[in-house]
């Protein structure tokens, strides 16, 4: 199994730029979840969605973000227009089986996002 | 402020020592979970236990939870260099809320 796969692995852009990126999870899982990796604030979790719905979209930041799974192998986090704070580790995980939040998450690599 | 957090902040230990790293959290969980992260990668499940168990091993790994004081221990022992990395704990409230820590950076010396 190649395991989550994130694209783009690095992305830099400038402010206000829209900024896509993009998660294929683990075949089979039916849940999965973005997160946001900073310094200051730690690993915090974006959103989750179970069997493609949204499921918990409270740590979405604000509306400039956005996120959708139109299929259980494909979903994306887009950030339009992309601010200097936005700058992070953006993580995307998965997992399987009921009560998601109760199971191991597998991670992928992460996108590093760079806004000047 | 956050359910889980780490302590210490970082460690440093010899290789073939064992480090200990601790988790306190708030509010009452379903379980508890640790993970680790090497440096520009994503993080790495090590072990889950649950609200009604005390302990659990996995290989160098020993996990306690005392749910009376709300915090958790992570053990390594015989520590080895590819050991350094940062580790996270991260609680599940019960709410579906899923909560990680800042996290504990291990650095094993040789």
């Known amino acids: 199994d190649a395991g989550v796969i994130q694209s783009p692995r690095h992305e830099v852009t400038e402010m206000g730029q829209e900024v896509t990126l993009r998660c294929k999870p683990i075949?089979?899982?039916?849940?999965l979840f973005w997160y946001r990796q900073t310094m200051m604030r730690g690993l915090e979790l974006l959103i989750y969605?179970?069997?493609?719905?949204?499921?918990?979209d409270s740590g979405m930041p604000e509306d400039r973000f956005s996120a959708k799974m139109p299929n259980a192998s494909f979903s994306t986090l887009k950030i339009q227009p992309s601010e200097p704070r936005d700058s992070a580790v953006y993580f995307c995980?998965?997992?399987?089986?009921?009560?998601?939040?109760?199971?191991?998450?597998?991670f992928g690599p992460g996108t590093r996002l760079t806004v000047l | 402020s956050q359910q889980g957090e780490e302590d210490p902040q970082a460690l440093s230990i010899q290789e073939g020592e064992n480090a200990t790293m601790n988790c306190s959290y708030k509010?009452?969980?379903?379980?508890l979970q640790w993970y680790r992260q090497n440096s520009g990668r994503g993080l790495v499940h090590l072990i889950l236990?649950?609200?009604?168990?005390r302990e659990k091993h996995s290989g160098r790994l020993r996990v306690t939870l005392d749910t009376s004081k709300k915090s958790s221990s992570l053990l390594i022992t015989a520590s080895r260099a590819a050991d350094t990395a940062s580790y996270f704990c991260?609680?599940?409230?019960?709410?579906?809320?899923?909560?990680f820590g800042k996290g504990t950076r291990l650095h094993i010396l040789p």
């Open positions: 995980a998965s997992t399987t089986g009921n009560r998601a939040l109760r199971n191991e998450q597998f």
């Open positions: 075949s089979g899982h039916n849940s």
């Open positions: 969605f179970n069997n493609n719905v949204p499921i918990d």
């Open positions: 509010t009452s969980i379903n379980n």
């Open positions: 236990i649950r609200s009604n168990e």
């Open positions: 991260a609680t599940d409230r019960g709410d579906d809320k899923i909560i």
